[in-house]
């Protein structure tokens, strides 16, 4: 049998598909074999609710912990390299979600990574962190009660403590299996960074956690796989375990294909003048047919359709409701034009009250996490 190599690259811009691919390849497992033993706890966020978490590794572990009330904590970190769009909001709507639950958040802003990776010059990096990201995060509904949130190049010394001791039994050999050839400093750099984020709630002067999901997009498994053998190697040394960790797919992109940060026309951006993002919408490929007499006659496909999801992961919180356009496109009843008027109009209503409150939380936003000093 010939050897299939397959690998992710966290880096690229195509974004992984073919997610069967990371269960079949890497043991992760779907989602949907444990997901039905959170809904006792209460109400699913949408990203949850409506399928986009597909994977995980060691969700039992963070059932274990609800279940015992023994707490645990929650790390993730988002890299502010552009303007945060629809897509990223779905790790905040889950982030918000956990905190309901009593989770601990811990969320790492990826500057580190942004200027040694994407190129970004330092002052790029935080006024995009300042003004994109953690202005949005409090205006999504994030809580700032036992709320850790930092730099990668701004926080305490023992996180630092931990990259300088996962160098050492980190071998390149096995940053290039996981990594591929092209790795240079800058990005050795981000992934060792990225493992501390991930393992730093589980040292006593952070808290001494035992229990640390880790909800991502499914591009960044590489970075867990890593971590997880990282935190073998030191669990005598520092007593540390593995981190569950939750994998959610994709937001499509408006044009069709992937959603893309140095493609503007392709995502709604939380900040975008209203108008514009409307516009954005009326122009977004859909599954839609070439004529409206063959979309009447077969129907339209939204499982193939951007502004479906939109609706589903983002502006419909009904399901009935959700039924309703999901059956009224399938069946013809509805055609794409009067179904993108609809949602625009909920676009509307749903941005202009985010942006009232982020205009609200802007001054907050500059208060809550401690600036670099270059
Ligand atoms: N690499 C992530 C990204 O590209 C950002 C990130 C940094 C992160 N540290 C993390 C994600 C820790 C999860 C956990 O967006
Ligand atoms: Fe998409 Fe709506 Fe058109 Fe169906 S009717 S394909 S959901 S835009």
């Known amino acids: 049998m010939p050897i299939v190599e397959f690998r992710i690259d966290p880096w690229s811009s195509e974004g992984l598909r073919d997610y069967e691919k990371l269960f079949t390849y890497f043991g992760v497992r779907p989602f949907n074999e444990v997901v039905h033993q959170l809904e006792s706890f209460g ?95 409090l205006a999504l509904g994030l809580e700032t009660k036992k709320l ?36 240079e400093p800058a990005k050795i750099m981000a992934v060792l960074t990225q493992a501390a984020d991930i393992l730093h709630p589980e040292l006593p002067h952070f808290g001494g956690f035992k229990t640390v999901l880790v909800p991502v997009g499914l591009d960044q498994d590489p970075h867990l796989r890593l971590t997880r053998d990282i935190a073998d190697r030191f669990s005598d040394e520092l007593g540390f375990t593995r981190p569950a960790s939750t994998y959610h797919k ?9 959603m893309s940060s140095s493609k503007p026309e392709s995502f709604i951006a939380l900040t975008d003048p209203i108008s514009e993002s409307v516009s954005k919408l009326m122009k977004a490929f859909t599954g839609g047919r070439a004529t409206a007499e063959e979309q009447r006659r077969l129907g339209g496909e939204p499982d193939k359709c951007p502004v479906y999801e939109l609706n589903q992961l983002h502006l419909v919180q009904e399901d009935e409701k959700l039924k309703k356009i999901y059956e009224d496109c399938k069946s013809g009843t509805m055609l794409c034009g009067e179904c993108k008027l609809a949602t625009a109009e909920r676009l509307r209503k749903f941005l202009e009250k985010h942006q009232e409150k982020l205009a609200e939380n802007k001054e907050k936003a500059r208060t809550l996490v401690e600036l670099p000093d270059f």
């Open 250 to 258: 994709f937001l499509s992109g408006l044009t069709g294909g992937k």
């Open 43 to 137: 109400p699913l966020p949408l990203p949850i609710r409506r399928g986009a978490v597909v994977g995980h590794r060691d969700f039992e572990k963070v059932l274990d912990a609800l279940k015992n009330n023994s707490g645990f904590a929650l790390l993730t970190g988002l890299m502010p390299s552009g303007k945060m769009h629809l897509g990223h909001k779905m790790v905040i709507d889950q982030v918000i979600y956990y905190q309901s639950l009593g989770a601990e958040v811990f969320l790492a802003i990826a500057d580190v990574e942004a200027y040694g990776v994407r190129k970004l010059s330092r002052e790029e990096v935080i006024n995009l962190a300042l003004n994109e990201y953690v202005a949005n995060y």
């Open 148 to 183: 850790h949130m930092y730099f990668q190049s701004s926080y305490r010394k023992e996180y630092y403590r931990l990259i300088q001791l996962f160098a050492k039994k980190v071998t390149m050999a096995e940053l290039v299996a996981i990594y591929g050839e092209d790795l």
